[in-house]
């Protein structure tokens, strides 16, 4: 058994200052740990996938990140652990519990099986790991041997913590409260394309900005408008554009964040928008493109037509909230919003260009891209 603050510090040394994911009572001593210490984040999430996702984005951004959770939930991390960090090549720590361990201490009957699978499962996503240590003396070659890896193959890496490996660690801090969100909006009609608005959202920034966009046709259609160094296009990982973005914002506090999301994607991972409302980073712009439909996958309908997104945002907490209906509008917005988290509805008619292409550069060299432009200081 090892003291939290023991392997947290090993950890800083290392860069490591960025911790998010889902408690589990295996976890409660580490995360109270680094809830309470000075000079780390701890952001607690409704998925642990967004738990993925905001590693990514802090670690493009500059931070290193540590994703902790329970191995029951390590199913819905499949997603951005196979489309996201391994497509992009963004290295992650990984912390899983093994509740449901074969031989071990008697658990709760839904953990018999992904106890018995956990590393299989790891392995099968080509993701090493190793057993968490549990004697000082380990500690620190077991997070060379991470570092190793993440370092030289830009990709995630575990640790699988077995119960009692690390001692106990009374919770200190309280939640800080959150004053609620701006009210909801009305929303206008769609009237414009998709096209048009991005045009808007690349007329409304500069390189200073950094703008990230859905997977599907956003990223496609703003890389075919022009292709900047200070965007990036997911590929995969539907849902997780918010939570990346988030990531971004933490790690790169002076920059303005545009995330540009979607309603099948929002409506994914709809907590992620909880998350972001308690964050509250004061620089992202989450602008949602609703145009009611799945159109890269065939144009099967969402359920937007049911969802008043912005209310949905102002009772997550978001201190501003705006729809658009035109691009100048919209443009209008991105110059004028004010450095609180905002929140921008954007209906769109669905529709696609004709002939639109790809981006020739693949997901692992944009991310390459953003990295040097950011350590340039551009």
Not at 132 to 151: C, G, M, Q, S
Not at 308 to 319: E, L, N, R
Not at 344 to 349: S, T
Request: glycine share 10%.
């Amino acid at each position: 058994m090892i003291e939290a603050a023991r392997f947290v510090g090993c950890a800083r040394a290392l860069g490591f200052d960025l911790y998010t994911g889902v408690p589990c009572s295996y976890l409660k001593p580490f995360i109270n740990y680094v809830i309470d210490a000075d000079g780390l984040d701890y952001i607690g999430v409704a998925n642990e996938g967004d738990a993925v996702a905001i590693a990514a984005g802090a670690e493009l951004g500059g931070r290193r990140g540590v994703v902790m959770l329970q191995n029951s939930g390590l199913g819905n991390t499949v997603n951005p652990l196979t489309s996201l960090t391994h497509t992009f090549n963004i290295p992650v720590l990984v912390i899983v519990t093994l509740r449901g361990e074969p031989g071990g201490a008697p658990d709760e009957p839904q953990h018999e099986l992904m106890g018995q699978i956990t590393a299989r499962l790891l392995e099968l996503m080509e993701i090493p790991w190793a057993w968490f240590p549990t004697e000082d003396a380990d500690i620190e070659p077991a997070l060379a041997r991470a570092d190793e890896h993440l370092t030289a193959h830009g990709r995630p890496y575990a640790l699988i913590m077995r119960k009692g490996s690390v001692a106990q660690n009374p919770l200190q801090a309280r939640p800080d409260a959150r004053a609620p969100g701006a009210s909801a909006v009305p929303c206008p009609a769609p009237a414009a394309s998709r096209r048009d608005m991005l045009g808007a959202v690349q007329a409304a920034t500069g390189l200073r900005d950094i703008v990230v966009a859905t997977t599907g046709y956003t990223g496609r259609e703003l890389c075919a408008l022009d292709d900047r160094p200070n965007q990036i296009y997911m590929a995969g990982s539907m849902g997780c554009v918010a939570s990346l973005g988030l990531g971004l914002a933490l790690a790169q506090p002076d920059r303005r964040i545009i995330v540009l999301d979607g309603d099948g994607a929002a409506l994914m991972r709809l907590g992620a928008l909880a998350t972001i409302g308690s964050e509250r980073p004061a620089r992202l712009v989450h602008v949602l493109l609703d145009n009611g439909i799945h159109e890269s996958t065939g144009g099967q309908t969402t359920v937007s037509v049911s969802i008043d997104f912005t209310g949905i945002a102002a009772a997550c907490g978001y201190p501003q909230i705006a729809a658009a209906g035109t691009p100048d509008e919209l443009a209008t917005l991105l110059r004028g919003a004010p450095d609180k988290l905002t929140f921008i509805y954007v209906p769109i008619v669905p529709g696609v260009p004709d002939n639109l292409p790809r981006p020739t550069c693949s997901p692992s060299e944009v991310a390459a891209r953003l990295r040097a432009h950011l350590a340039a200081g551009a």
